[in-house]
């Protein structure tokens, strides 16, 4: 590579960071929809023609990480040709799926969830809005851990102390 602007560019870009998830297939899509339903998440798909990750779905992946759950499916993949057949999609687009907060319909069957699908131009402005309207205010955070909260408690406790023998 040389030193010009557009290699630099590229370089750049393609070392930006990226929390898509890929979608290879019905048991990673499972997946992802299962981490989706555990956080409490949107997911936000994206059906794209090819396996390349668009800039700007990694420039909205690292803003709105932990807000929203970002899932790229490609066309290309053999098996994620029932995944497009599913939510009904030819060629590229982006739906959101809203949370579903009940556990399921009557006699175990899963309720389908109302899909929004983006059918507005493509500009990073736009996406920006499209994606601030439907993920959620504030970052989910993961849960401590038991080890976690008895190091705080203990932390917390010498500190006590130390303030205990400072005083005398």
């Known amino acids: 590579m ?3 602007a557009d290699d ?3 370089f750049a870009l393609d070392l930006m960071p990226s929390f898509v998830e890929r979608v290879n297939g019905p048991e990673d899509f499972e997946k992802f929809k299962t981490k989706a339903k555990k956080f409490g998440l949107p997911m936000m798909l994206f059906f794209s023609e090819d ?4 800039n700007e779905m990694k420039f909205l992946s690292t803003e709105f990480r932990r807000r929203v759950l ?3 499916i490609p066309f290309s993949k053999k098996e994620n040709k029932n995944i497009f057949f599913e939510y009904g999609v030819r060629g590229q687009s982006l739906l959101v799926v809203p ?3 009940t556990d399921g319909g ?5 309720e389908q969830p109302d899909v929004v699908v983006y059918d507005g131009r493509w500009s990073l402005h736009r996406l920006q809005s499209f ?3 439907h993920a959620l205010t504030s970052e989910v955070k993961p849960k401590p851990t038991e080890k976690a909260k008895q ?3 203990e932390q917390a406790e010498s500190e006590k102390k130390e303030k205990v023998k400072t005083e005398l």
């Open 2 to 4: 040389e030193r010009k």
């Open 8 to 10: 630099m560019s590229s």
């Open 51 to 54: 396996r390349r990750i668009l």
């Open 70 to 72: 970002i899932a790229q």
């Open 99 to 101: 949370p579903s907060f």
């Open 106 to 110: 009557e006699q175990g069957v899963p």
């Open 131 to 133: 994606f601030s309207e």
């Open 151 to 153: 190091e705080d408690k």
